[in-house]
């Protein structure tokens, strides 16, 4: 039986010869340009029109993304900025770079996203900022927590580095913020052939200070004069060109992975008084980065599916505030039950768009039979 993989090798084969053809192109370019060129400003700009967004632009990494914008926003010793309780580490590592403190809100226990509810009263009077994210396949409350960010008078950064192509209530992830960002490492849903990043703005005042951050605080017309104290975060043309070619399919993938999520949730909907619980289903607000069920047996049900050929993946095991790196920044007498049980109950299958049909149900197949 040949095993199903749950990060696939062959993400990039399809795209192979494009690749070796970028290289080529521009490796043998006469202006041997690598960095924050032409391609760059020509795939911002695509970017810009995909998303609607008054600018966007291309940085080294996700996480870069996340500090170019708490910096360009002036978030810095002093302040707070409210993350949610379960996520990756640059939710709070990124705080914490920029010498801000973060603090956990507890996660809703199905979507596991932020509960505005949990963020609203982690906000005091040093909240300069939240930041929610969209998780696996759900976008956070947005409408709920930018009213709320208006309410209290603090940023709103949306951190949809999963999330990009979603769209909720007609507004595409990474526009509800006053800035969003996207990741383009590899497994993330347009990801690529090494790093990347990119900031999401409405506000060119703060899009124009992210993109000085993002090179020493250089204004990209003057070299060596340095506005502002800021970061090497730059944007590789290869990337750039490659990504240029992949954004054209990149709605036509994303279409893939919610149909294949629709099917498993369909055959899943009977095993939620069994221990099984399936994503919320629908399409607005979801974005199918991964497919995450929560299963009361998780071990067992991770060794079932290893037995029939199905690799899974555990997210986030252990909450933010509970690491050692964070631990410092957990409140007394504050909790995060939710987190706590998603971090032992989440299980995420498979869901690449180049799975077959055969595949998809065989997948569906061997949890019902669990
Ligand atoms: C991947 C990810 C990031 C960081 O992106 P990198 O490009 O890996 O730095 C930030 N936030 C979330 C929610 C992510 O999933």
New binding site residues.
């Given amino acids: 039986m040949t095993t199903l993989p749950f990060f696939p090798p062959d993400l990039f084969d399809h795209d192979r010869d494009l690749l070796l053809e970028t290289v080529r192109r521009i490796g043998t370019d006469p202006a041997q340009r690598f960095i924050l060129g032409e391609r760059t400003a020509a795939f911002e700009a695509a970017l810009r029109e995909h998303t609607g967004a008054a600018d966007v632009i291309a940085c080294g990494?996700?996480?870069?993304?996340?500090m170019l914008v708490l910096r360009a926003m002036d978030i810095g010793p002093g302040d707070e900025v409210v993350v949610p309780a379960l996520?990756?580490a640059?939710?709070a590592a990124?705080v914490v770079n920029v010498g801000a403190t973060p603090v956990f809100a507890d996660v809703h226990p199905w979507t596991m996203v932020v509960e505005p509810y949990e963020v609203e009263t982690a906000i005091t009077e040093q909240t300069a900022a939240i930041m929610p994210?969209?998780?696996f396949s759900v976008m956070a409350d947005m409408p709920t927590l930018s009213a709320l960010a208006e309410r209290h008078g603090v940023r709103l950064v949306e951190?949809s580095?999963?999330a990009q192509g979603g769209v909720l209530g007609g507004l595409p992830a990474g526009r509800w913020g006053d800035a969003g960002?996207y990741?383009?490492?590899q497994?993330?849903t347009f990801g690529t052939i090494g790093?990347?990043?990119a900031v999401v703005t409405d506000d060119a005042a703060l899009g124009q200070l992210v993109r000085m951050l993002r090179n020493h605080g250089q204004d990209g017309r003057t070299r060596f004069v340095h506005h502002a104290i800021g970061y090497n975060s730059r944007f590789d043309e290869i990337i750039a060109d490659y990504q240029l070619h992949r954004l054209s399919g990149l709605a036509e993938r994303l279409e893939r992975r919610a149909r294949i999520a629709e099917y498993y949730t369909e055959r899943f909907a009977d095993l939620a008084d069994r221990g099984i619980q399936a994503p919320p289903p629908g399409r607005d607000g979801r974005c199918y980065?991964v497919y995450c069920l929560l299963a009361e047996r998780r071990e067992d049900l991770r060794r079932h599916l290893a037995h029939r050929g199905v690799g899974t993946h555990v997210y986030y095991p252990t909450p933010l505030p509970a690491q050692p790196a964070f631990a410092q920044y957990a409140r007394s007498r504050r909790f995060w039950p939710h987190a706590e049980l998603a971090g032992a109950r989440m299980l995420a299958l498979p869901i690449y768009p180049h799975l077959t049909d055969a595949q998809v149900e065989h997948i569906a197949d061997s949890v019902c039979a669990f």
Avoid: I, N
């Fill in positions: 990494s996700g996480t870069g993304a996340l996520g990756c640059p939710l990124s994210a969209h998780m951190d580095a999963v960002v990741s383009f490492v497994v993330k790093e990347g990043g980065y």
